[in-house]
């Protein structure tokens, strides 16, 4: 006869928090699958994830990993969050240490399948060794990795030096595009991602060779995406990468368990007073990510283009480091506070951002073009204003332009520098301006259209539970 075993999953994400967060929300859509899921990470960035909903903490288990102490790395330090950027390089070497202990993990643990991210290279071995299915999940868009092309281009040899040879070869696109497309890297955002993708660092690898290795190794790519948003992309990176490409839908997060958002007694209580005050649709939301560190000048262009612009604004900003030890005020350009205390709003802890976008005074967006903030306003259907600053938000921000979904700010071609006026003309556009009324309408009917979120769950749950009916022959005793 025919018993069917639990399947034991193995999440394994980079540690941002961005990553961090996708992962856990698949995790809870497998575990509500009936999966059993294992999620590795350290205990800080473990207290800094959501709560395992109560009727799934027998399926979704939290694995606390210690992260090695390294040179250059600084003490506390478990996620980029907690670093700057020159400094990511030496969490990747603490991060490649944890291969000792995810190997005797798996060995103790035995499951059958690794999600697992782009940066942990060494699971190939790991999954080999103990046959272990190996899936990557990305948590950025196939409209990114469909760039890039092939795996076998990403490392040295004659492939990288024909197809990226530097960073001016990022702005244009290359042969395996089968379909016309404006998306492709500016020249300011080409120099920064040429370092950052194929230059070295202290690990030994490149980001490129990490993800060449990991989606060599992998059976298939899992994509936090839909058909709806990305069906070419998704057909073109399957060309490329002649494996599975697997989108899972956008994993919105769960409603709050009544209905309704409760207050928390906390400081994002103000925040929804401030918002149920305010007219349908009718206010700019700012927020630029866990990862992205604004300059003194972005901040001071973009709160000068919030106040031009005349709308109705909440701006969720992440304290910069240059300015931990001083107040609000000083921050931002002087009197802007008091300036727009009329008609905005400066929040700057952490801040709810689903929950923010889902309130129905917001009407747009002003972003970064972070994957996981698309999906989560797309889900929405604000209209976009974007603001791409570091790795694969370029490409993403072209992406929605060319979806005609988003206002992109002009700015200097040559640096990126952008000014407060280029920032209120397009919050405009996007708002109020009878010019944008196209991307507001097409905006709304994308929302309609991103809806089938538990069939492409129940998809990839099936993708995941095949060969794992196992037949025994039950003798008599």
């Known amino acids: 006869m025919e018993s069917h075993l639990q399947l034991h999953v193995v999440m394994l994400p980079w540690f941002a928090f961005g990553h961090m967060i996708s992962f856990f929300l698949l995790s ?31 399926l979704l288990k939290f694995v606390e990993f210690q992260l090695p102490v390294v040179d250059g790395l600084p003490e506390g330090a478990e996620a980029t969050i907690d670093i700057a950027m020159d400094q990511i390089q030496y969490l990747k070497v603490s991060y490649d240490r944890l291969s000792e202990q995810f190997k005797n993990f ?30 990557m999940f990305s948590t950025f868009s196939s409209v990114f990795w469909a760039f890039l092309g092939p795996i076998e281009y990403l490392v040295e040899g004659e492939g990288l ?30 120099k920064e991602f040429f ?69 928390t007694g906390g400081d994002e ?14 206010v700019m939301f700012a927020a630029f990510g866990s990862e992205v560190k604004l300059s003194k000048d972005q901040v001071h262009e973009i709160a000068h283009g919030l106040e031009l612009s005349k709308l109705p604004f909440l701006w969720t900003l992440r304290k910069p480091t240059w300015a931990l030890n001083d107040d609000d005020e000083s921050i931002l350009s002087p009197g802007f506070l008091s300036r727009t205390a009329s008609v905005g709003m400066v929040h700057m802890v952490w801040a ?5 976008l889902t309130h129905p005074s917001i009407g747009g967006f002003l972003c ?24 694969d938000q370029g490409l993403n921000a072209r992406f929605l332009v060319e979806k005609g979904l988003a206002i992109e700010v002009e700015r200097n071609l040559s640096d990126g520098s952008f000014k407060g006026e280029d920032v209120a003309k397009a919050l405009r556009k996007g708002m109020v301006e009878k010019e944008g009324e196209s991307i ?32 025994k022959d039950i003798s008599p005793p």
């Not at 699958?33 to 395992?52: C, D, E, H, M, Y």
């Not at 209580?269 to 009718?282: H, M, T």
């Open 28 to 58: 809870v859509a497998l575990a509500k699958a009936g999966i059993r899921v294992s999620f590795i990470s350290t205990r800080k960035n473990i207290q800094r994830l959501p709560r395992v909903p109560s009727n799934l903490e027998h």
């Open 106 to 135: 798996i060995s103790n643990e035995a499951p059958q399948v690794i999600i697992q991210d782009i940066i942990p290279h060494w699971t190939v071995d790991i999954a080999r060794e103990f046959g272990v299915r190996q899936i």
């Open 161 to 190: 030096k024909e197809h990226w040879p530097s960073a001016e070869s990022l702005t244009t696109l290359q042969k395996w595009a089968d379909f016309p497309s404006t998306v492709v890297f500016r020249m300011h955002e080409a």
């Open 195 to 263: 370092v950052g993708a194929f230059g070295q660092n202290a690990s030994g690898f490149t980001d490129a060779e990490r993800l060449a290795l990991v989606v060599g190794g992998c059976e298939a790519v899992a994509v936090r995406s839909c058909r709806e948003l990305e069906g070419k992309y998704l057909d073109l990176l399957e060309k490329v990468y002649r494996k599975p490409v697997i989108p899972i839908g956008l994993l919105p997060p769960a409603p709050p368990p009544h209905g309704k958002r409760e207050n």
């Open 269 to 282: 209580d103000k925040i929804f007073k401030w918002l149920d005050g305010q007219k349908v649709k009718s």
């Open 352 to 356: 709810p951002q689903w929950e923010i």
């Open 368 to 391: 970064h073009c972070g994957w996981g903030s698309i999906v989560e306003n797309l889900q929405h259907g604000h209209v976009f204003v974007v603001l791409p600053l570091i790795l």
């Open 440 to 471: 507001r309408v097409r905006a709304n009917e994308m929302k309609s259209m991103l809806v089938k979120d538990d069939y492409y769950i129940d998809a990839f749950v099936g993708y995941l539970k095949k060969d794992l009916v196992v037949k």
